[in-house]
């Protein structure tokens, strides 16, 4: 069945996500998240996009942008490729990190311009990665409004003028932009199940768990499932197919 047609928006104005493949983890610390904000601000240059708003997940990216000198498909190619060219130099690892097709939707006002803004940056709360979206280092929040910035913020600006624009981030918004299940409550989440892959297996990442051999590797999966990590979970956090996953509980 043919893929359904992306539906361009006539502001030029999309909210973007970028998953990893398998929803598996495609930051491991601090200098990923800083070599995706190079990458973004490289592009941003090249490309000649007006970026809005971020924010960096574990395992997805948001971003707010509008397109420039290049369409929104070689814009995120162009950003994926490097960071993944990068990513598996660094993790000695090849092959594909990304989900092949990114998710988007167009932006067609200012109002809701604004509230995908909040909701991206409220994104890390809901996830009870932080008890604020200030206290998250990895998204926009703290950058909107800063002399040089990586952030176009004089749109916004415009529209409601930085107080306002404060006040009303202040407050998470009801509404649901794009389909984000990482915000769905889990009896263990996924850094404490990082933990526990990094205690039970000496693993630090899904890079390292892969070259498990495949006793250990099923091994590890059950431990992880008995510590009460979801399937999902645990394909996430490893990078292990979900069907893999799902038959290391009935292998012996």
Same mark, same amino acid.
């Given at each position: 069945?043919p893929r359904?047609?992306?539906?361009?928006?006539?502001? !030029?104005?999309?909210?973007i996500?970028l998953?990893?493949?398998?929803?598996?983890?495609?930051?491991e610390?601090?200098?990923?998240y800083r070599?995706f904000?190079?990458?973004?601000v490289?592009?941003?240059?090249?490309?000649?996009?007006?970026l809005?708003?971020?924010?960096?997940?574990?395992?997805?990216?948001?971003?707010?942008?509008r397109?420039?000198?290049?369409?929104?498909?070689?814009i995120?190619?162009?950003?994926g490729?490097?960071?993944?060219y990068?990513?598996n130099?660094k993790?000695?690892?090849?092959?594909?990190?990304?989900?092949?097709?990114?998710k @988007? /939707?167009?932006?067609?006002s200012?109002?809701?311009?604004?509230?995908?803004?909040?909701?991206v940056?409220w994104?890390?709360v809901?996830? !009870?990665?932080?008890?604020?979206p200030?206290?998250?280092?990895?998204?926009?929040?703290?950058r909107? =409004?800063?002399s040089? !910035?990586i952030i176009?913020?004089?749109?916004i600006?415009?529209?409601?003028?930085a /107080?306002e624009?404060k006040? =009303?981030?202040?407050?998470?918004?009801?509404?649901?932009?794009l389909d984000?299940?990482?915000?769905?409550?889990?009896?263990?989440?996924?850094?404490?199940a990082i *933990?526990?892959?990094?205690k039970?297996?000496?693993?630090q990442n899904?890079s *390292?768990?892969q070259?498990?051999?495949?006793e250990?590797?099923? *091994?590890?999966?059950? /431990?992880?499932?008995?510590?009460g990590?979801?399937?999902r979970q645990a @394909?996430?956090?490893?990078?292990v197919?979900?069907?893999?996953?799902?038959?290391?509980?009935?292998?012996p």
């Open positions: 069945m359904a047609r992306r539906k361009r928006s006539e502001s !030029g104005v999309y909210h996500m998953r990893g493949i398998n929803k598996q983890r495609i930051f610390d601090d200098e990923d070599r904000l190079e990458i973004l490289k592009y941003r240059v090249e490309c000649g996009y007006s809005y708003g971020y924010c960096m997940m574990p395992n997805h990216v948001h971003l707010v942008l397109e420039g000198k290049q369409p929104l498909e070689t995120m190619r162009r950003i490729a490097s960071f993944v990068w990513y130099a993790y000695t690892r090849t092959g594909h990190l990304f989900q092949d097709r990114f @988007s /939707e167009a932006i067609e200012d109002a809701y311009l604004l509230t995908v803004i909040r909701y940056h994104n890390p809901k996830a !009870g990665l932080c008890a604020a200030e206290a998250y280092p990895y998204s926009s929040y703290s909107y =409004f800063e040089e !910035g176009d913020s004089a749109l600006a415009g529209m409601i003028g /107080e624009f006040k =009303f981030q202040s407050t998470p918004g009801k509404e649901e932009c984000d299940r990482e915000n769905i409550k889990r009896n263990v989440t996924d850094e404490r *933990e526990l892959m990094r039970i297996t000496g693993c899904a *390292e768990y070259s498990l051999t495949a250990q590797r099923d *091994e590890g999966l059950r /431990e992880l499932l008995r510590h990590v979801s399937i @394909s996430r956090i490893t990078g197919s979900f069907g893999i996953v799902r038959k290391s509980v009935v292998r």
